[in-house]
């Protein structure tokens, strides 16, 4: 099933996170300017939360919350002035591309919805 495959996705994202850096919302406590940097934050936890309860409607919106993840760190990790935390935006880089692997590894871009071309006029 799809959600299986997503599911083992994340299994195989989660491995390669053993810091844990996201596996949760990021803390407003840590980065108190992160609402105002991140619109529309997101997480594997979230991610997972989600998965389980079903409310993805396709591989590709399991996908976009993924990229999102990496996307916000790269984001928030990438502004000069954050040059503690500079070293996430390696770390986010190598897990989406990890992602993107194993994501096609599932073959969970032939499951997304194939649109039909229109028919051919006099047909």
Do not use: W
């Not at 993924?66 to 503690?84: F, Q, R, S």
């Not at 190598?94 to 590894?105: E, G, L, T, W």
């Amino acid at each position: 099933t799809i959600r299986g495959a997503c599911l083992d996705v994340l299994n195989q994202l989660s491995r390669d996170d053993p810091d844990g850096f996201f596996r949760a919302p990021v803390s407003h406590d840590d980065c108190p300017d992160y609402p105002s940097i991140i619109s529309q934050p997101m997480d594997l936890g979230t991610i997972r939360h989600k998965l389980t309860a079903g409310q993805y409607g396709s591989a590709a919106a399991f996908r976009a919350d993924v990229e999102l993840t990496y996307a916000n760190c790269l984001t928030y990790c990438g502004i000069p002035e954050k040059t503690d935390i500079h070293f996430l935006c390696k770390v986010a880089k190598k897990n989406r591309a990890n992602f993107r692997k194993y994501f096609k590894q599932h073959e969970l871009d032939e499951t997304a919805p194939k649109t039909s071309p229109p028919p051919k006029r006099g047909s």
